[in-house]
């Protein structure tokens, strides 16, 4: 006979669903195959006595299983409804600055954060790191789904070279979100040397001196 179950009971798109089908029985012989339709387009996606999937999209999908034995089948079906998760989904859109940064010098990076969520997000902290060493925080309130929001964060350019600059949502995971992959953006910046100083000079010429009048 075949039975399973499946965990966990409440599933959302982008979960791991795992099926279990341990409690099918034979009791006058033995199960030497299991076979799975897990989203019911009639094709088997999977074969073993424990499987899982990840359902892409929200709605209603008849898992069938079917075990077989020595000589004959047996089938069991169960409806599975997995729902989308109304979850904000932070993101660094952009990070911008100044075309030429040059060493030694305060540099302001302006950090454009989207949210493609379904609902708004509560606050949360955004880091710039440069070469992974952490320079710069600060906090945002919240960003409502579908809106964005600007931060400046700061950095004192060192000596000349390349540098890995990178900036992260919500660090701390203090936000629970649909994607937690796409919170940091990374970007190479070229530190210039510093341009020459401009000296201005100037020499006093002799002027012209009229000695035929009196003072």
């Known amino acids: 006979k075949a039975e399973f179950t499946f965990e966990p009971a409440n599933s959302y798109v982008g979960d791991r669903v795992v099926f279990d089908a341990s409690a099918s029985s034979d009791p006058d012989g033995r199960l030497v195959r299991y076979r799975w339709d897990l989203n019911g387009d009639g094709v088997i996606d999977a074969e073993g006595m424990r499987v899982s999937y ?16 020595d000589g004959a089948s047996s089938v069991a079906e169960r409806v599975i409804y997995v729902t989308e998760k109304l979850l904000p989904d932070l993101r660094v859109a952009s990070i911008s600055h100044p075309v030429s940064i040059y060493e030694y010098m305060p540099v302001q990076f302006e950090v454009t954060i989207k949210n493609e969520g379904r609902i708004g997000s509560e606050g949360f902290n955004v880091s ?3 070469n992974s060493t952490l320079v710069g925080s600060v906090r945002v309130d919240g960003v ?7 931060v ?6 060192p000596k000349s070279g390349v540098y890995n600059v990178t900036t992260c949502v919500d660090p701390l995971n ?3 979100e649909l994607n937690e992959t796409n919170n940091c953006l990374s970007k190479e910046v070229h530190v210039l040397r510093s341009p020459p100083k401009l000296i201005t000079s100037f ?5 012209s001196i009229i000695v035929d009048r009196p003072f």
């Not at 990840?54 to 034995?69: F, P």
């Open 203 to 207: 020499r006093l010429e002799p002027s």
């Open 54 to 69: 990840v359902y892409g999209k929200a709605g209603r999908y008849v898992v069938k299983l079917v075990v077989v034995d």
């Open 152 to 157: 400046k964060l700061n950095w004192f350019a």
């Open 128 to 130: 710039l790191l440069v």
């Open 144 to 150: 409502e789904a579908g809106g964005a929001t600007m």
């Open 174 to 176: 203090e936000v629970e």
